[in-house]
């Protein structure tokens, strides 16, 4: 006979398995006035959320309020980056964005736990422990595991069992009594027509009870994290044409070392039916966790631990462990993704150029499109520059392209790098060589397809067909990347990878932040911005940006930022947040066209006037340099922070933040596969990076591949550590394969790899 204490506890276990929690409330304000809450724990509650975010982002409780509070006042990541660096500790954006999205995802994780507490305080359930459980819970699934016990479920084969009063019969089987078939005789019920019918309903009771075991099923996760492996096999190879997935049809790896871009691809593989996706346990450790909770022994028991750990706890572990690291790698990607957009939208302009867009085409022909200095649209045509035209239709595309770089004073040639881009390329190069003064650049059209069938680009060229809409795009990139990448949803650009697996939501987020910091870095001109580029400056949005744009085409251009308030719907709100992003060149006021603030234009005049500076001569920027921060901030009444920017503003009116990234490799001749040796040395164009490595432009039709191991002599985590989408680099080629066009690179000379 077992103790009584032994069954007290398989009753408990049985029906609440009880474990910590904490009570807390979202609703501050309502529930101080219910008086179910004090405004001692109010703060308290508020102290440890601040804490958390400090210890996990490394800043100050200062600077985490700062932000929080300025952000409630309705004050922009861009504006508080750039103009409140006083008053945060000089965080930029990736900080201040940082502590916004983990407060909203502490306050998530608080308000699930208010919900989850209340409902299990209504069951009567509450104990000290479980609360105090749930208050340490740092993850959203911990507490969804310490709620399990108590959540509401569907009717169940245990609902059923119980229900039917099989109850006792369970208790019996823990007690291990002999001649459980008879005893279980004198439960024979609806439902439950014949002994081994009631306890097979018994066992199902105690599975349900087992397998919502907090402490078994934390010590199942932690015991899959360390120990198991995830595995893929082939499903279907006839859905892998290009035999993609062809490394994963056999692939094994702990989940501990899986890499993000691992799973993105199990995943890919799966969803298509490529993959079967499985794991690996040390199941017999596993079970025997389980079997350490019983004193005794029987079938029915053996039983009860079987389908526990097989049936219920083990596949919610999987879809648990398979969630997470699919949320870690989309984590992964997404930054890497956002990483490369900040670069790629960083490549410094080719200011002043006129530029002839070449969209490559095969059958239908290629589409031209010449823009002046300033993106403006001089001329369209189509040219048959490549096979399957005939001689003579080539003949006359070269006469034809040759004529418009006469013309127009063609300066640079972009040419998309889409179909037939390598062809096109050979053809350009060959009339070149009657032009030495033009050359020509391999431009990324990713997404220009999907912008010259816009909507945006239907207004600004109703007239034009969608190809040489697109032409006109590829040209006006090459001129100022970021204004026309703006035009185009970001998922579209081609940069990351696994872009189409990952949240869609999250990755939009994501990216538009990243389109949003540059934008506001770069600064924009009022007078010659479109409205997609305009709609990203803080503070305004599509109304009001199409607004300006209206207003300028209505009463010319705009002279000052004061006149900026004049346009509909721009408040005073909106106008605080924007006009420091916004120049204009036009301006009689130099510091219009700076990042200097309107807010501090009495503070620059006052430093003009101790200065005696009239113009911004080179006099005038000897004498801002000589000043000392520190003394000139306080008599003016400035942060030192503050009063830099404005200086390095006034030292150099009017700069691009990207004039100090690279320029395009500019071109004159063209490469092919055959005329690659491996050990040859190249200049390339990093086009996209990822987990793995990188991929570089060197003049031929695919894009290199350096593998992350041939980066650098020393550990490298990630490729991005290395490279940038956007840098020019100096390449050794590593291997070279006619066949597939694939072309392994190295960033290490020949004598300096292993």
């Known amino acids: 006979m077992l103790p009584l204490l ?68 309705g004050a922009t990541i861009p504006f508080i980056a750039r103009y409140r ?129 907090v402490h078994l099923r934390s010590m199942t996760y932690q015991e899959v994290l360390r120990r198991s492996k995830i595995t893929s096999q082939v499903k279907d190879e006839s859905l892998d044409e290009k035999q993609v997935f062809q490394i994963y049809y056999d692939f094994s790896e702990t989940v501990a070392n899986m890499q993000g871009y691992r799973t993105l691809a199990l995943n890919r593989g799966e969803k298509l039916g490529i993959l079967k996706i499985g794991f690996e346990h040390a199941t017999d450790r596993i079970l025997s966790f389980f079997s350490g909770r019983f004193k005794v022994k029987n079938a029915y028991i053996d039983e009860v631990i079987q389908q526990s750990v097989k049936k219920k706890v083990l596949p919610a572990i999987e879809r648990r ?80 392209l040759a004529d418009l770089i006469g013309q127009y004073g063609v300066e640079i040639i972009a040419i998309g790098n889409g179909t037939a881009s390598r062809e096109s390329e050979a053809f350009v190069a060959e009339v070149l060589k009657d032009f030495p003064e033009v050359s020509y650049v391999i431009v990324n059209e990713s997404g220009a397809s999907v912008y010259s069938a816009s909507e945006l680009a239907r207004q600004e060229f109703p007239d034009l067909t969608v190809e040489k809409r697109s032409a006109i795009s590829i040209a006006r990139r090459l001129q ?6 703006v035009k185009i949803d970001p998922k579209s650009i081609g940069v990351g990878q696994y872009q189409h697996d990952v949240s869609q939501k999250k990755l939009s987020e994501s990216l538009d932040f990243v389109v949003d910091t540059v934008v506001n870095q770069v600064g924009v001109n009022v007078n010659t911005a479109s409205p997609a580029l305009l709609s990203h400056v803080a503070g305004l949005n599509k109304t009001i940006s199409e607004n300006i744009v209206k207003y300028r085409e209505e009463e010319g251009k705009i002279t000052s930022r004061a006149q900026i308030k004049k346009v509909p719907r721009l408040g005073a709100k909106a106008f605080e947040q924007a006009a420091g992003f916004l120049r204009i060149p036009e301006s009689s006021n130099i510091l219009d066209n700076t990042g200097v603030h309107p807010e501090n234009y009495a503070a620059v005049k006052e430093l003009f006037k101790r200065l005696d500076i009239k113009d911004l001569n080179e006099e005038a920027q000897a004498k801002l340099k000589s000043i000392s921060i520190k ?54 164009v990093v086009r996209n990076v990822v987990d793995f490595g990188a991929f570089v432009d060197i003049g031929i039709h695919e894009d290199g591949l350096i593998h992350i191991s041939h980066m650098s002599n020393k550990f490298i985590k990630h490729p991005s550590q290395v490279v940038s989408v956007g840098d020019l680099v100096t390449v050794w080629v590593k291997k070279i394969d006619v066949q597939r066009e694939k072309v392994n690179l190295s960033l290490l000379a020949p004598d300096e790899s292993n």
């Open 6 to 73: 032994y069954y007290y506890f398989w009753e408990i276990v049985i029906f609440y398995n009880h474990l910590p929690f904490y009570l807390y409330k979202v609703e501050i304000k309502q529930q101080i006035n219910e008086n179910k809450l004090s405004c001692l724990w109010y703060n308290s509650f508020m102290d440890k959320k601040y804490e958390k975010i400090s210890q996990d982002l490394g800043v100050t409780l200062k600077q985490i309020d700062t932000v929080l509070s300025l952000t409630a006042e």
């Open 85 to 213: 660096k006083d008053m945060t500790g000089s965080l930029d954006e990736v900080a201040i964005k940082a502590i916004i999205d983990l407060d909203k995802s502490l306050t998530a994780l608080n308000d699930r736990k208010e919900a989850v507490l209340a409902k299990i305080k209504e069951q009567g359930k509450l104990t000290k422990e479980l609360e105090e459980a749930i208050l340490s819970a740092e993850k959203l699934a911990d507490v969804e595991e310490l709620y399990l016990p108590y959540k509401e479920k569907r009717r169940t084969k245990a609902t059923i069992a119980r229900e039917a009063g099989l109850f006792p019969l369970a208790r019996l089987i823990l007690q291990n009594v002999s001649n459980l078939e008879k005893e279980a005789e004198a439960f024979v019920c609806e439902g439950f027509e014949t002994p081994q019918e009631a306890l097979a309903g018994a066992v199902d009771i105690l599975v349900e009870a087992l397998s919502e075991d």
């Open 321 to 400: 462990i398979r969630t997470e690291l699919t949320e870690k790698a989309e984590e992964g990607a997404i930054q890497l993704f956002s990483e490369n957009l900040r670069n790629l939208l960083l490549v410094a302009p080719l200011k002043g150029r006129v530029v002839l867009g070449f969209d490559p085409a095969f059958r239908t022909g290629a589409k031209l499109a010449v823009v002046d200095a300033t993106g403006k649209m001089l001329t369209t045509q189509v040219i048959y520059p490549v096979k399957p035209a005939s001689a003579r239709q080539i003949e006359e595309a070269k006469r034809d």
């Open 480 to 485: 100022d990347p970021l204004a026309e990448l």
């Open 631 to 684: 003394e000139m901030a306080q008599e003016l009444d400035l942060g030192q922070e503050t009063l830099k920017d404005i200086i390095a503003d006034l030292l150099k009116p009017g700069r691009d933040f990207r004039d100090s990234f690279d320029a395009p490799v500019l071109r004159q001749d063209v490469l092919d596969i055959k005329d690659l040796k491996v050990g040859q040395k190249l200049e390339g």
